[in-house]
């Protein structure tokens, strides 16, 4: 993984210290409308209702929501920008190598080439654009949000808080053999390729058929061990939402806590799900994209640095 980053690191620095600081002006915003979802409920269940306060929170909150969305904006075009700056980039290193081995006689097959020039370059070019930023908006968000619900009483910040590790640990667990699959599907679909680039497609269609079997069953491997994980952490944020209302129910009752309070936690959970869960298929998506990083290195050879691999404008 740190091979990957250094790599993306080395072709876009300067771009990423600008998505970075936007993701984290991002997720310091994160919880600013929950304390103003909180302000506005206790308002209405206070003795001197106001208007004139209610709009004003209510403005307040709309503000925050509207440059928290500009600010995403801002980030996705200069994120989704730099991630096909990075494919173009890649695209020409692949280019480039494949005229040597045209000129050297090497044993590189056409199919796995083109496979790796189409598709492979896509992948890992669009994941280099958020490559740093998106985690950590989302890391961001969780500390911000679960920060704020802390803040306000400890008891449910536990719970949003211990909703996140058992779900940490069954992603670690899963994605090892997923990866596993990953990289099998990977080899596979080249070999399959190499072979239709033969002229007489006729000598090879039956080793093609079941090497087609092959990825349809390592997907249906990938696709059991990645549901089941799906299926604990739903358990997982079903039973968390639960627990706050529960808690936070009893909190009220015994005096000890706010229901802006309780409504401002489970939109808080709300929010931290959504974060967990991107996290949770970013995770996904770095182990699968150091694996196919690490199988495109292959194609460059024992001195990848001749190409100057993933080393670009900054």
Do not use: C
Not at 232 to 243: E, F, K
């Amino acid at each position: 993984m740190l091979r990957l980053y250094s790599a993306i690191w080395r072709a876009s620095a300067g771009r990423q210290v600008i998505l970075i600081v936007l993701s984290i002006a991002i997720a310091a915003l994160a919880a600013v409308p929950l304390e103003f979802q909180r302000d506005i409920i206790n308002h209405l269940t206070a003795d001197d209702v106001s208007t004139d306060r209610l709009i004003y929170l209510g403005t307040g909150m709309m503000s925050v929501v509207l440059l928290s969305l500009a600010l995403k904006w801002l980030l996705g075009f200069r994120a989704g920008t730099l991630g096909e700056d990075i494919v173009r980039l890649i695209r020409q290193r692949l280019l480039a190598r494949a005229a040597d081995i045209r000129e050297t006689g090497e044993t590189v097959r056409k199919g796995t080439m083109t496979t790796a020039i189409s598709a492979e370059a896509e992948e890992l070019g669009k994941f280099a654009g958020g490559a740093f930023s998106d985690p950590v908006v989302q890391i961001g968000t969780l500390i911000s949000v679960i920060g704020y619900i802390s803040s306000t009483q400890p008891g449910l910040g536990m719970i949003a808080f211990s909703m996140i590790v058992p779900q940490i640990v069954i992603v670690l667990i899963s994605q090892r053999k997923v990866n596993i699959f990953v990289a099998e599907r990977v080899r596979i679909l080249r070999s399959a390729t190499d072979k239709l680039t033969i002229e007489d497609i006729n000598d090879v269609a039956r080793d093609v058929e079941t090497q087609f079997d092959d990825i349809y069953e390592t997907r249906r491997r990938m696709f059991l061990w990645k549901l089941s994980a799906k299926f604990l952490l739903s358990v997982i944020n079903g039973a968390g939402t639960v627990g706050v209302l529960m808690l936070g129910g009893w909190l009220v009752l015994q005096g000890r806590t706010d229901v802006g309070t309780v409504v401002a936690a489970v939109s808080g959970l709300g929010r931290i799900q959504g974060p967990t869960a991107f996290l949770i298929a970013f995770y996904r998506q770095v182990s699968a994209n150091r694996i196919k990083y690490e199988l495109m290195l292959e194609l460059f050879g024992p001195n990848p640095e001749r190409y100057r691999y993933l080393k670009g404008r900054h």
